[in-house]
């Protein structure tokens, strides 16, 4: 498959069309003219007619056959007729050309080396040390490239000659390459990949790559946790305190959200959370989006419906939309040409778009960074206990991923069904294993079962440290009933605990919205990030070690867009749960001239007009 070709034309075309005659006789008027009217055939997708017009000029100027030559050659190439390109580039004097016109002659001898099927001509050809390759035309060369070292059946070199044109590509064409390049390691196999991940240090840019062939082909794998260190919205030196680093708001945003029954109740904590932290802004220096909210209808024909809407009404960036269905269907649509950040992940088998970013609350994330902090603590070997939710068994896959690539071991696994009180077997199981000094427990379950569960831990004499997802915490303090889950370590949403700084309080905000209590609370926090994040996405993004503080977690990009949560650790003491370090101190109010009038259009099916923008 061809990079791009459509989406390339316009600028190759150009690229065809700029260069000089390489002759030292002044041009006629006549064939000036000539040459300019086989310019605008070509210029407007006449490519059949352009090359008979370049062949024509050709022949009438000997001194400069081989610089039309090559221009026929490539207009037909753009008619996709790469057969009659073929004879007419075999004819072409390599020395007779000039400036970037024996790089592009090169590039064309080996599409058709590829065509005739003879890519180590084509290898050869796109691996010249002393080939002179301009900026615009590197993508197509590195294309030739990995297109040759696949049919040479080097499919590794493949995917890294792919993987190192990422840079330089947007849009459509960055999503189809890393597709690509994606579906080319996937086609080494399982085994050949952990082999090679293994022997990488974690810092390799491979590694991302390899881990997404995995997920692809169905194998867990260890997260790779971000590395923060330095927090956006910095205070940029002699800006006089008004210009932080990173800050860049779009002027109009549209929030796709499902207004439909069984989805309501998540969409609207999560649009409370969202306009919380807008209102918030308000109080800082920063300027504001103006905002129109709509109704992505909870299926994927009404959100791209709802996506295409918005970007004909203005927006300048889409936030939503929520379930995965919609947002398969936004991100697969074949150009974005608003960016997306997608309150959810798609089904995994495809990278995000270019333009995408994708933002969730994953239990695989806590599965994972609960491995991690029991590797911290020095605990090796692990009793895996949860229910039999969904959520449960997807943090446990990733829990076990991780454990293993930390060194750890599991050495007893259970799982409760939501009608069992009795827990015997499941203890009888944590007996029978193996616990030594460096054990410790990971439990994913609801706070009911947890309460049950602990105390049949202690009469049987267990009293091995215990780990668990956010999912134990009811969403708030209950003494009485969580002093059956003294001891328990979990890792949930920072704001939740008041645990970071510069955000409005919890227990504030809590007291006046309901949205933002109990089992709703971690939603609207994610409402909070998704607009926090609004004017951070593109410096994350090009930004490795950034993040956003935020109230669901420290939030960084990695190399696919997606959004990662560093998530903070909570115990429970005297039935409260407690922040294990005290408050994360880190600020991210952004600074700016506050704006006057600001308001988000209200909910609707269809739009509302656009409030002014402040």
Not at 68 to 88: F, G, H, S, T, V
Not at 260 to 265: N, Q
Not at 424 to 438: C, E, F, P, R, V
């Amino acid at each position: 498959m061809r990079l791009g070709r459509l989406a390339l034309s316009g600028l190759l075309v150009s690229l065809v069309l700029s260069g000089c005659v390489p002759s030292v006789v002044p041009r006629s008027p006549a064939e000036i003219a000539a040459a300019q009217n086989a310019d605008n055939l070509a210029k407007q997708g006449q490519f059949d007619r352009a090359a008979q017009a370049y062949l024509a000029l050709a022949a009438q100027t000997p001194g400069s056959a081989d610089h039309y030559n090559l221009l026929a050659a490539e207009a037909y190439r753009q008619e996709n007729a790469m057969d009659r390109a073929a004879p007419i580039v075999a004819g072409i004097q390599r020395r007779e050309l000039s400036d970037d016109e024996p790089a592009r002659l090169d590039l064309l001898r080996a599409e058709i080396a590829l065509r005739q099927r003879d890519p180590a001509t084509a290898l050869r050809l796109t691996t010249q040390h002393d080939m002179d390759v301009p900026p615009s035309l590197q993508p197509r060369l590195l294309t030739l490239r990995a297109d040759a070292q696949a049919e040479n059946g080097d499919l590794w070199s493949a995917a890294r000659t792919r993987i190192s044109m990422d840079g330089l590509l947007q849009g459509a064409d960055r999503s189809q390459n890393r597709d690509q390049a994606v579906a080319l390691l996937a086609k080494l196999g399982a085994d050949p990949l952990k082999q090679r991940a293994a022997a990488m240090q974690p810092d390799d840019p491979m590694l991302p790559w390899i881990n997404e062939a995995l997920g692809r082909l169905g194998v867990a794998v260890a997260q790779l946790q971000p590395n923060l260190t330095q927090a956006v919205g910095t205070l940029v030196p002699g800006s006089g305190a008004s210009v932080r680093e990173g800050y860049k708001m779009p002027v109009q945003v549209a929030l796709l959200l499902p207004n439909s029954d069984g989805l309501m109740a998540a969409a609207a904590a999560i649009r409370e959370g969202f306009f919380a932290a807008y209102y918030q802004d308000s109080d800082t220096h920063a300027p504001r989006a103006a905002v129109r909210v709509y109704d992505s209808g909870g299926n994927a024909a009404s959100a791209i419906k709802a996506y295409n809407q918005a970007v004909s009404d203005g927006a300048k960036l889409v936030v939503g939309p929520l379930t995965r269905s919609e947002v398969m269907g936004v991100l697969g649509q074949s150009a974005l040409p608003v960016p997306v950040l997608a309150l959810n992940h798609s089904d995994g088998k495809n990278v995000p778009p270019g333009t995408a970013s994708e933002f969730a609350l994953m239990p695989e994330d806590e599965g994972a960074q609960a491995a991690d902090h029991m590797a911290e603590r020095g605990i090796h070997s692990a009793y895996v206990v949860i229910s039999s939710d969904d959520f449960a068994k997807r943090a446990s896959a990733s829990f076990k991923a991780e454990f293993a690539a930390k060194g750890g071991q599991i050495v007893g696994n259970s799982q409760i069904a939501a009608s069992n009180v009795n827990y015997g077997d499941a203890i009888s199981a944590l007996n029978a294993g193996s616990a030594g000094t460096d054990a410790g427990i990971f439990i994913s379950m609801r706070p009911e079962q947890a309460r049950l569960l602990l105390p049949q831990l202690r009469v049987a004499r267990i009293t091995l440290p215990v780990f668990a997802t956010s999912h134990v915490y009811g969403g708030s303090d209950n003494p009485t009933a969580d002093r059956d889950l003294e001891g328990v370590e979990f890792c949930d949403a920072p704001w939740l605990f008041d645990a970071q700084t510069g955000l409005p309080s919890y227990q504030d905000v809590a007291t006046q919205l309901p949205a933002a209590r109990a089992g709703t609370a971690q939603l609207f926090a994610f409402g909070m990030d998704a607009w926090n994040l609004v004017p951070y996405l593109d410096w994350l993004r090009s930004h490795p070690g950034s993040y956003l503080p935020g109230a669901s977690g420290q939030l960084a990009a990695d190399t696919f867009g997606r959004i990662n949560r560093v998530l903070a650790w909570l115990k429970f003491q005297d039935g409260v749960a407690r922040p294990i370090n005290g408050s994360l101190q880190m600020d991210n109010a952004p600074g700016g001239p506050a704006p006057a009038g600001s308001a988000p259009a209200p909910a609707s099916s269809a739009p509302a007009p656009a409030p002014a923008n402040g």
